[in-house]
Every structure is written in structure tokens, then in C-alpha cells.
């Protein structure tokens, strides 16, 4: 765990309140949770059609992300009336809503200036 008072956490801190793009980024930021959001924009909104789309993630790393997406208020867990076990399904809120045309128009971006290999989301 990292020292509130380290190097790292007052330049985390100073850049958070200098720019909001520091925090947006840092919101979104992370290897996989881009990805989720766009995936459960297409419908896929349980852990599983989640963990079948992105074949590549842990259970645990697509359980983190998914909560620090939760944190931030970009989607929301939402029970499934009558299940046993109780399902969970994942739905984007507003916020996260707004999000998926910001992704694309990065997905977009990425084509034209990124190297690398096109990823999935980035196929309309």
C-alpha cells in the first residue's frame, strides 16, 4: 500500500486538482475497464457474458474492476428479481452512458495515431 505522504501520492494529489483530465483518466484508466464498459453497453451485463467476451481476464482482476467502476459511479449492480442465487446484472449509469462515445472517439484516435492491433471494441 501506498504512503499518503510519498513523492508519488502528493504529485497523484496536485495533478487531481490541477486537471480534471488527471481524474477522468484515472477513473477509466486501467487495462481492462474501457473495455467492460463498452462490452456491457453491447448487452453483455453479467459476469459471466463479461468474463466469455473478455476471455483474456482473471475472475478476481474482472471483479476489481468492476468495483472500482461501481466506485466511481459508471455502472451500478442491479439484483435480478427471482433468481436463486441471486443475479447480478451490471448496468451503466448515466455517467457511464455518457461515456461509451468518448471511448469511441479514442478508439478512433487510436486507428489513426496509435501503434498496435485494432481491439474489438474499436469494430463498429
Not at 33 to 57: P, T
Not at 59 to 82: D, F, M
Request: glycine share 6%; net charge positive; aromatic share 8%.
Amino acid at each position: 500500500m501506498r504512503k499518503e505522504n510519498s513523492t508519488n501520492a502528493i504529485n497523484e494529489q496536485f495533478l487531481f486538482q490541477v486537471c480534471e483530465l488527471n481524474s477522468a483518466i484515472a477513473m477509466i484508466g486501467g487495462r481492462w475497464k474501457s473495455q467492460i464498459v463498452y462490452s456491457i453497453s453491447q448487452g453483455n451485463n453479467r459476469f459471466n457474458l463479461l468474463k466469455k467476451e473478455l476471455s483474456n481476464i482473471t475472475e478476481q482482476v474482472l471483479s476489481r474492476q468492476l468495483k472500482e467502476l461501481e466506485i466511481h459511479a459508471i455502472l451500478k449492480r442491479k439484483e435480478i428479481p427471482n433468481t436463486v442465487p441471486p443475479g447480478i446484472e451490471y448496468v451503466l449509469t448515466n455517467k457511464g452512458n455518457d461515456l461509451v462515445p468518448i471511448l469511441k472517439s479514442l478508439c478512433d484516435w487510436g486507428k489513426v495515431y496509435a501503434d498496435g492491433k485494432e481491439i474489438s471494441f474499436c469494430h463498429d
